[in-house]
């Protein structure tokens, strides 16, 4: 895409008149990364966030699904797949890069890699709060067992 070119996001994209954010979801998922969306099960939403840059409301939603999908990838929208386990979610760290924006704004933006790839700006903050909820949890389970 013209404006994120070159960048790591998520699937996403504006809502049609009368759809539900649930469903947006779906149906750019299923466009951007040519899949189905039938076995996607709702978990829940993140913090909306605000992109400046961009001058949208993000609404980043979870879901699981029992199986994986087949991507078939739309090349107008998606360059290449990259798959972040959880466990390298968990286990990245925090770092600030020199980053270049539309090739004449130099900055330091805060991310993290993924393999040879930098995630930076809203994809970052989004992976960065899931993160945390994870790190919580973990916590809580670990503090305040079920079980007495």
Known sequence: MADYGGQVSLPG???DAGETVW???????G???GCTTEYLQPVGELSPLYVYASRHSVTPLLAVSSVRPSFDPNPDEVAELI???LKDLMD??????GTLRRGATYFDAP???????????ATAMVLAQLRSMIHEIQREQ???PWFM
Not at 92 to 97: G, M
Not at 111 to 121: L, N, P, S
Request: glycine share 12%; net charge negative; charged share 30%.
């Open 13 to 15: 994209g504006r809502s």
């Open 92 to 97: 990245s760290e925090s770092i600030s890069v």
């Open 142 to 144: 670990i503090e305040e």
């Open 23 to 29: 469903r947006t979801a779906c149906r750019e998922f």
């Open 111 to 121: 991310g993290f890699r993924v393999g040879e790839h930098f995630v930076w700006g």
């Open 31 to 33: 466009e951007e990364l």
């Open 83 to 85: 798959f972040l386990p």
